[in-house]
């Protein structure tokens, strides 16, 4: 496959229809490292084609391919996962700018996912027996593929999101065209890739590389796809529900959000947990310099905690090294793009202006050339009415509020349109399970932040989203329920008398 042909439509790589390229820019240096088609409208219709033909009438080959076959395609992806594993890290790392390790660790979570999701379809049972009350009745409620998937995926997490998608899809008989992020694109084409070497039969597996629009918009309007699946911001999120309403596709989106990460002084009392929470205060908002959807952004601490707290997070995050993510000790790498750099000053250009105090960043690095790196950034004394606390940044941009009781700590983590995650930090037990259950998130992590468990669904509340994403939920939506019901002695009902 040359650079330029990454559209696979129907089993067959190709350039795009009008032969338009785009360069992939290395966002640590800003140089173009790779070159791939840039698909259209064209494009996009043949790939939902083909997809269609693939599928039929749920009477295509992969829909009705047994559950054990479609289960044993998923295990061998992972295994070609874990042996290109140094590769697909690799290039995950220079296309998102993520660290090497980090790289790795994705691919290790993509491989868990398709396990997953191969060993949930294996373990269902036939249907859910429906008691009718008559032993004439045998009732039953099965699941069947919703059709053709439209999955469309964001630039901060291209495998990984592209798998969550991807892997629930087949394991329930569908087939799909997918659209990676025009900035991100590299790893999901290796993806492909990967499910044509495992035997994935042509057609069930297409994708177009290309902008949102049109590539993502005609995914969304099309009226031969039956859902669509949108990971990304909630302005394009709102974009694909109103393309989508048309045709009354099924829809599942997963929008971010600006979530809060709660510490309680108790949790602070002995050296151990103050260095702890510190410690996971760093990750929650500065791994993958904060480009990431459950990102702990809000820092929301209890007052007689904030000094000693806020003064220790500083000096951390000052020490945070950064750099190209392949590169030895770095642990911080760019952000995404140039754009994404520029958004991520005037967020905190904006702070600054409406009282926020810096306490670390703010600023570029010196010495890093034209790559689109900042200094993770604490900002500090900052409420409710600051932009920067209440929009998502998607950068190593951390925001300090405080709290004096419970209510008020709870108050501030649900004052947002958002609610995709937040954590909770104490020591007592009984507040721990009070505040996760008044917190009004899909994920909350008590004395943590960020793991995920890939049997676990994941999704949030408000503009978040709608629908869930892993665990038996993630696999439910891409099924349709159908509710068999057979008599076994049928006989006249002489509803009429004539």
Partial sequence: ?????????????????????????????????????????????????????????????????????????????????????????????????????EGRVDVDCVSDAFRYFADLVMNESGGRVVDAGSPDIHSVVVHEPVGVCALITPWNYPLLQASWKIAPALAAGNTFVIKPSEITPLTTVALIELLIE?????????????????????????????????????????????????????????????????VFADACETEEGFDTAVDQALNAAFIHSGQVCSAGSRLIIEESLRERFVAELARRAEKIRLGRGTDDGVECGPLVSVQQLAKTEAYVASALDEGAVLRAGGKRPEGKGEGYFYRPTVLDQCHREMRVVREEVFGPVLTVETFRTEDEAVALANDTEYGLAGAVWTADAGRARRVAGRLRHGTVWIN???????????????????????????????????????????????????
């Fill in 448 to 498: 943590d932040f960020h793991p995920y468990l890939p049997q676990a669904e994941w999704g949030g509340f408000g503009k978040s989203g709608i629908g869930r994403e892993l665990g038996p939920a993630g696999l439910d939506e891409y099924r349709e329920a159908k509710h068999i019901y057979q008599n076994l002695a049928p006989r006249p009902v002489r509803w009429f008398a004539g």
């Fill in 1 to 101: 496959m040359s650079a330029q042909k990454t559209i696979h439509v129907g089993g067959e790589w190709r350039a795009a229809a009008s032969a338009t390229t785009r360069e992939i820019i290395d966002p640590a240096d800003a140089t173009v490292f790779a070159v791939v088609a840039e698909g259209g409208r064209e494009d996009t219709d043949a790939a939902i084609a083909a997809a269609r033909t693939a599928f039929g009438a749920g009477a295509g080959q992969w829909p009705r391919t047994p559950v054990a076959e479609r289960a044993a395609l998923l295990r061998r992806v992972a295994d070609l996962l874990q042996r290109d594993r140094e590769e697909i890290g690799l290039l995950e790392s220079r296309d998102a700018g993520k660290t090497l390790e």
């Fill in 198 to 262: 495992a035997g994935l039969p042509a057609g069930v597996a297409n994708i177009v590389t290309g902008a949102g629009d049109p590539v993502g918009a005609r995914m969304a309007e099309h009226p031969d796809v039956d859902l669509v699946s949108f990971t990304g911001g909630l302005a394009s999120g709102t974009k694909v529900m109103r393309a989508a309403a048309d045709s009354v596709k099924k829809v599942a989106l997963e929008l971010g959000g600006k979530n809060p990460n709660v």
